[in-house]
């Protein structure tokens, strides 16, 4: 499974608009794409930084989509008032011990790691990291993309509440300063999000 992510810097006050454009336009455009299966969108108020992701069976059917895709992503930065940062990803964890409904947190690690060692990487995620994250409150489901040409990695994970997201923050930070630790691992970013749209189809692939 391959995921494509369109990152805005929205402008302020356009994020609803935003949010009513991807559900009633691009939505049911993706449903008559080959390949495709679902979109979520992540959108931080304070920052204005919203995250849509698509979902893909195959990095072929991501490729062939690229041209149908894109005015619709140009329609949606022109809703949010900002211009998109686009990224591919390999999915490589997904975990889900409950689905998140819209209004749930996310919370976004983006990673460097060497990508001769992201084989290992995946396989100390789903041992170590995982079972930790699962012990978080509210926790729903967890991700790990890659990027083995630039050696990026994003691993997200999902909770019921904003509020519970909140709570676990503290617990959260401890665990990724020790997992990025032992995983030898830069961390670049970290974003928290509420999940405006939740209409991923990607199977358990843990």
């Known amino acids: 499974m391959f995921a494509r992510t369109t990152t805005i810097e929205a ?3 356009a ?23 679902g979109l979520s969108l992540l959108v931080d108020r304070e920052s204005h930084r919203c995250i849509a992701t698509t979902a893909w069976e195959s990095a072929e059917a991501m490729r062939d989509a690229a041209e149908q895709v894109k005015p619709l992503r140009d329609r949606a930065a022109r809703a949010f008032g900002g211009t998109p940062l686009v990224e591919e990803w390999e999915i490589a964890v997904l975990h889900r011990d409950h689905r998140a409904g819209a209004g749930a947190g996310v919370r976004a690690t983006w990673l460097k790691a060497r990508p001769e060692q992201f084989d290992q990487a995946i396989e100390f995620y789903r041992a170590e990291v995982l079972p930790s994250i699962e012990q978080l409150e509210g926790f729903c489901s967890a991700s790990l993309m890659i990027d083995r040409t630039t050696g990026r990695a994003v691993s997200s994970a999902s909770f019921d509440t904003m509020s519970a997201m909140n709570r676990n923050r503290d617990q959260a930070r401890s665990l990724r300063t020790a997992r990025l630790r032992d995983l030898g691992a830069d961390q670049l970013d970290v974003g928290e999000f509420e999940l405006a749209i939740a209409s ?3 199977p358990e692939m843990a």
């Open 200 to 202: 991923l189809r990607v």
């Open 11 to 13: 402008r302020p006050g």
């Open 15 to 37: 994020v609803d608009a935003g949010i009513t454009h991807i559900r009633n336009e691009v939505m049911p455009a993706l449903r008559d794409i080959p390949g495709c299966v």
